[in-house]
């Protein structure tokens, strides 16, 4: 190999010229020559003089030691292979990090009994002569608004429930310079069997040719309502149509048996149609072979409605229920506020319990309204429902900061005053109200930690963790659901 700037016939200089070829031989320099351990490493000293004075070696420097050959077999080119990673390892990382998620801001919660302590305590009033007036002072104060109730003995936390009327029961509205708000129950409606089983229709078979259909009036009727009978089984079965008079007189229909085989219908079913719509009664027969004697009747129920406490004279009351579709008529209450009866027949009544009753009075507009029943039997409907009227009136107030509060009532307590009080102390603890979001905070962490972990593994060519990290958020947020819920029970045991 040729060095650099000289001719390869002549590697250690320039070719000397014809005339000095017999005075100068071409020589190279003394070589460095490697040998055995004794021999060692020398460095001609004229080299020594051409290097620079950085790397000429001290005088009499010598570098020992053996140089070992390498095979060629050993210089192979390497490769790198990193994989993709693992689905399940990627599942598992998810799971993990969505057991974390949910369980810090749990725990934590779970952990931090902080806000206001709640109390629980007998309330002392000071009440006048008449039981009417009275002042009481909190054990605890100041309070917290808003927080306060006040109870008796007969309150139940459903206001439908059985004796609601007597329930006393008062909470401090907010922002209204403390008020206290009592909420009351008015008997507003009542349902009750009026007459229980009437007579609405008779069949008297008089002679072997002839029978008759005698109808007496119901309460919602009028002079000059009609009545139209049927009778499927008859082979003309519209019997005909009448009009009640003004005396109310009961409707009379003759009937032609000649064409029957029996003194008495093939069915025992009537049809009677009239403003209410129609009705399909049955009854039993008479065994007689020779004569027939029936009785269709009705049940008879009474919706009773009281005077509310804005209803005025004149006012007027309208009801209906919904669930048969069913209008029961129109009333106004006379200048005693006299209660105002709707009689109703439930012959065909197959829903049970009406449980629901549209009320329209004027001024009110509509209401619905619900029962209260202490009886569910038949038949045919339940036989005792009551419906409340629910409204709040103001009855004292509280100051917030001292605890003292002031009761007017219209009539004394009846059980004499024995009430309880529930409220939330007063309390400034920031520091309380901080704490709980701390582990909504470490959930978003988490929550961007993983999706950059994400990003990572497929940016690093990790595709099988970075996809297992994402079908892991299918199992991972039901099995951390579950794990979460056996924890807390284990924990606190709810």
Not at 152 to 161: K, L, R
Request: aromatic share 12%.
């Amino acid at each position: 190999m040729a060095q650099p700037g000289r001719d390869a016939t002549a590697p250690w200089g320039d070719i000397p010229s014809s005339s000095e070829t017999s005075e100068v031989s071409s020589s190279p320099p003394q070589p460095i020559v490697l040998g055995g351990g004794s021999s060692g490493l020398s460095i001609n000293s004229q080299m020594q003089g051409n290097m620079p004075t950085q790397l000429t070696p001290a005088s009499g420097s010598t570098l020992t030691g053996q140089v070992g050959s390498i095979d060629s077999s050993t210089w192979t080119e390497q490769s790198v292979n990193n994989g993709k990673g693992s689905y399940l390892k990627g599942m598992g990382i998810t799971c993990l990090f969505a057991f974390f998620i949910l369980s810090v801001p749990m725990l934590t919660l779970a952990f931090y009994d902080g806000g206001a302590p709640r109390h629980h305590e007998e309330l002392i009033v000071d009440w006048d002569e008449a039981g009417l007036n009275g002042t009481f002072q909190l054990d605890n104060a100041p309070m917290e608004p808003c927080t306060l109730s006040i109870e008796n003995d007969n309150s139940y936390d459903d206001y439908y429930g059985a004796g609601a009327p007597d329930f006393f029961r008062v909470y401090a509205r907010c922002g209204m310079d403390g008020e206290l708000i009592q909420n009351k129950v008015h008997t507003k409606i009542k349902f009750r069997e009026g007459q229980g089983e009437v007579i609405r229709a008779v069949f008297s078979n008089l002679t072997e040719e002839g029978a008759m259909f005698t109808i007496f009036p119901r309460e919602y009727e009028n002079p000059n309502d009609s009545v139209t009978l049927h009778l499927p089984s008859a082979l003309q079965p519209e019997i005909g149509t009448q009009t009640f008079d003004a005396n109310m007189a009961p409707l009379v229909f003759m009937v032609d048996t000649t064409n029957w085989t029996e003194p008495c219908p093939q069915t025992n079913e009537l049809m009677i149609i009239d403003s209410n719509g129609f009705t399909s009664y049955d009854s039993s027969i008479d065994d007689s072979s020779t004569s027939c004697h029936l009785n269709y009747t009705d049940y008879h129920y009474e919706y009773t409605v009281f005077a509310g406490v804005d209803d005025k004279v004149n006012y007027s009351v309208s009801l209906f229920i919904p669930e048969i579709n069913l209008a029961l008529g129109q009333q106004n209450f006379d200048a005693n506020m006299t209660p105002l009866i709707f009689p109703v027949y439930t012959n065909d009544w197959t829903t049970g319990c009406v449980m629901e009753l549209n009320v329209e009075s004027t001024n009110q507009g509509h209401d619905w309204f619900y029962p209260d029943y202490n009886e569910w039997s038949s038949p045919p409907m339940c036989s005792e429902m009551t419906y409340y009227d629910h409204y709040q009136i103001n009855i004292g107030s509280i100051d917030a900061e001292s605890g003292f509060g002031e009761i007017f009532l219209t009539e004394p307590l009846a059980d004499g005053g024995n009430l309880t009080v529930s409220y939330d102390e007063s309390y400034d603890d920031l520091w309380g109200d901080i704490i709980p979001c701390f582990g909504s905070l470490f959930s978003l962490a988490l929550f961007v930690y993983w999706i950059v972990q994400i990003v990572r593994n497929f940016q690093a060519g990790q595709s099988s963790t970075g996809a297992g990290m994402l079908i892991g958020v299918i199992p991972g947020i039901p099995l951390s659901l579950i794990s979460n819920f056996v924890l807390l029970l284990m924990m606190f045991g709810f």
